[in-house]
């Protein structure tokens, strides 16, 4: 077990504090998630909580659990091969490295200037493990969040060993090992179809490199997933920012953000990719922070008609 103790979450958590709970839970994929846990207590940089993740790392599988308070004080403890390893992510995961963008709190656009105030807390984290983002993100293409998020709690309980460390029914996502051995038609009764599977069955063979990959510029690891079959230019976008730290990844290609960022900046119910990015050009090398502090900040886009009734693949 490796410990961490801090009298505060980064050296300029006076100038700027810190929403640790905002920050860390993209890393959690919805309440069922076996893998990722999350319990916070009040809102902002004077909340409290806790965090606990099972992922793996370059030296083995590891758990962490990081505790904070709004006082300034975080500790955190590891457990497994990886200890180590995950120990010394723990200051990128909550931010440190994110230098922000405090300009955009006097942005000309009165919808960016009101969300960078609001969400002056929140820092963008680093998790340095793409195998771990990018697998519950393969699953969420195409379908329904709800359904994505039970997908992949099936996933981990069909394929995945118990976490290192004292956490009863906490588990490690499924082993790159154990998953590449799968064929496509195993998933089809999680309701996960081959367009899906196939890609999840690659990052698995690719899992080995992910690691290097992590330390380059976001645009040249960008580049090297995309040789990855089935990983495309939505899914880079959900995963640059909570893996390296990206504060320019968009979700090109998603059913929502598009329309969110288009009543946001431009009072357009409906905007097209093409238009979201036209309409983020002003902020090059801030536009995924810019999009994710405007959906934080509670915009949305109207919505029109009924809800469409999604039946999942497995029932077909």
């Known amino acids: 077990?490796?410990?961490?103790?801090?009298?505060?979450t980064s050296a300029a958590t006076d100038a700027r504090p810190v929403d640790v709970g905002?920050?860390?839970?993209?890393?959690?994929?919805?309440?069922?998630?076996?893998t990722t846990w999350i319990d916070c207590i009040g809102n902002g940089s004077a909340g409290a909580g806790r965090f606990t993740r099972a992922t793996f790392t370059p030296d083995g599988p590891a758990t962490v659990n990081i505790r904070w308070d709004g006082n300034g004080l975080l500790d955190a403890e590891t457990w497994g091969p990886g200890?180590?390893?995950?120990?010394?992510?723990?200051?990128?995961?909550?931010?440190d490295g994110d230098e922000g963008a405090p300009d955009l709190e006097s942005d000309e656009h009165p919808a960016v200037a009101r969300a960078a105030r609001s969400q002056r807390a929140l820092r963008l984290g680093a998790s340095g493990g793409f195998y771990h983002e990018l697998l519950p993100t393969i699953i969420e293409q195409r379908i329904t969040g709800l359904e994505a998020k039970?997908?992949?709690a099936a996933l981990c309980h069909e394929l995945s060993g118990p976490a290192p460390g004292p956490f009863a029914r906490l588990l490690l996502p499924p082993a790159p090992d154990v998953l590449r051995r799968q064929p496509s038609w195993w998933f089809h009764p999680l309701g996960i179809e081959r367009k899906r599977a196939q890609p999840l069955i690659?990052?698995?063979?690719?899992?080995?490199?992910?690691?290097?990959?992590?330390?380059?510029?976001?645009?040249?690891?960008?580049?090297?997933?995309?040789?990855?079959?089935?990983?495309?230019?939505?899914?880079?976008?959900?995963?640059l920012g909570p893996v390296m730290g990206d504060p320019d990844a968009v979700p090109v290609g998603d059913y929502h953000v598009k329309n969110?960022?288009?009543?946001?900046?431009?009072?357009?119910?409906r905007a097209t990719d093409e238009r979201m990015?036209?309409?983020?050009?002003?902020?090059?090398?801030?536009?995924g922070r810019v999009v994710r502090i405007v959906m934080a900040d509670g915009n949305g886009a109207p919505k029109f008609g009924?809800?469409?009734?999604?039946?999942?693949m497995a029932r077909w």
């Open 260 to 269: 969110i960022i288009g009543f946001a900046l431009a009072n357009e119910a």
């Open 83 to 95: 200890a180590d390893w995950l120990l010394a992510r723990v200051p990128f995961m909550i931010g």
């Open 150 to 152: 039970r997908q992949w």
């Open 277 to 287: 990015l036209q309409l983020l050009a002003p902020y090059a090398g801030q536009r």
């Open 306 to 312: 009924p809800r469409q009734r999604i039946l999942p």
């Open 22 to 34: 905002a920050t860390l839970a993209p890393y959690r994929r919805g309440a069922s998630d076996p």
């Open 1 to 8: 077990m490796a410990v961490l103790d801090r009298r505060s």
């Open 202 to 239: 690659e990052v698995a063979r690719h899992a080995s490199k992910l690691w290097e990959w992590a330390e380059l510029d976001p645009r040249e690891a960008e580049r090297l997933l995309h040789l990855i079959p089935g990983v495309g230019v939505w899914t880079t976008g959900m995963t």
